[in-house]
């Protein structure tokens, strides 16, 4: 419990007065600037990292929003009702409902996970052709879409934005901002809900590291730098148009600190 006190206050004071928040996007368009001049300078040396199939892929990546939201829910439900309790409201059904309405920025990332993801698949399907050497006597079929030609064995060739670049972006940005909290919250040293807050803390911050670090893979070993740039714009784009703009707004999920108007210009997230 020592060492997860300690974990826990270092964090803090690493999160504290949003530097890292801050400067996080910078550095996300920087990696893919950089990892995608290294690839196409062909001095990226070959490790298990370049298989789609390595564990961190396959087992984190390819559900990076089911991992976010995971880790998410009980945080937000949690620091949402306590900081409510204690400072805000002090009132347990007012307290409650704070914190459902905060928990609708998961159904926002949902949302917004869902809705370019299915618009990804959609420009790669308008903008490709399916490679495959036709069978003699047969005429050429034409395929309208990237899982039709891959069930005849075909190659697609199409605009693929990177998805990766997009979700690990957005994912990062979101879980960095909901963090954001704990500057607010006073919890006894001894209390459960401090230990179980510390659990998720680490976990969270463990798990951005893990999306930007494969961040950086993705930029080093896939996609061309331009559908790299348009996935990381995007995500960014998605974080900045619910956190920075309609979180500010009242008719909103809100933003993680309510103690100022959230249509105050002048909110913390907004320096």
């Known amino acids: 419990m020592e060492r997860l006190e300690r974990a826990g206050r270092c964090l803090r004071a690493a999160l504290a007065r949003g530097r890292l928040r801050r400067r996080l996007p910078a550095l996300l368009l920087a990696i893919a600037l950089l990892g995608s001049a290294l690839k196409d300078s062909g001095l990226v040396p070959d490790t298990p990292l370049r298989n789609k199939r390595n564990p961190l892929n396959v087992y984190f990546v390819k559900v990076a929003w089911a991992w976010t939201l995971w880790l998410l829910l009980p945080f937000i439900t949690l620091t949402s009702y306590e900081l409510a309790r204690s400072k805000l409201l002090h009132g347990r059904t007012k307290s409650a409902l704070l914190a459902l309405r905060r928990l609708g920025a998961l159904l926002v990332g949902t949302a917004v996970w869902y809705l370019c993801t299915e618009l990804f698949i959609l420009v790669e399907n308008l903008t490709g052709e399916c490679s495959l050497q036709a069978k003699p006597g047969q005429p050429a079929r034409l ?24 979700l690990l972006s957005y994912c990062a940005m979101m879980i960095l901002e909901e963090l954001a909290v704990l500057e607010a919250l006073a919890m006894e040293h001894s209390s459960k809900l401090r230990a179980v807050i510390n659990v998720l803390l680490v976990s969270l911050c463990f798990l951005t590291v893990i999306w930007v670090f494969m961040f950086l893979c993705t930029a080093l070993y896939f996609h061309d730098f331009s559908q790299k740039l348009l996935g990381v714009l995007i995500g960014l784009s998605a974080w900045y148009g619910t956190y920075r703009f309609w979180y500010l707004k009242p008719f909103s999920p809100g933003l993680p600190l309510p103690n100022i108007p959230l249509s105050s210009k002048k909110y913390s997230y907004s320096r």
């Open 143 to 166: 395929y309208a879409s990237k899982r039709e030609c891959h069930q005849d064995s075909g190659v697609w060739n199409g605009f693929d934005i990177s998805g990766h670049c997009f």
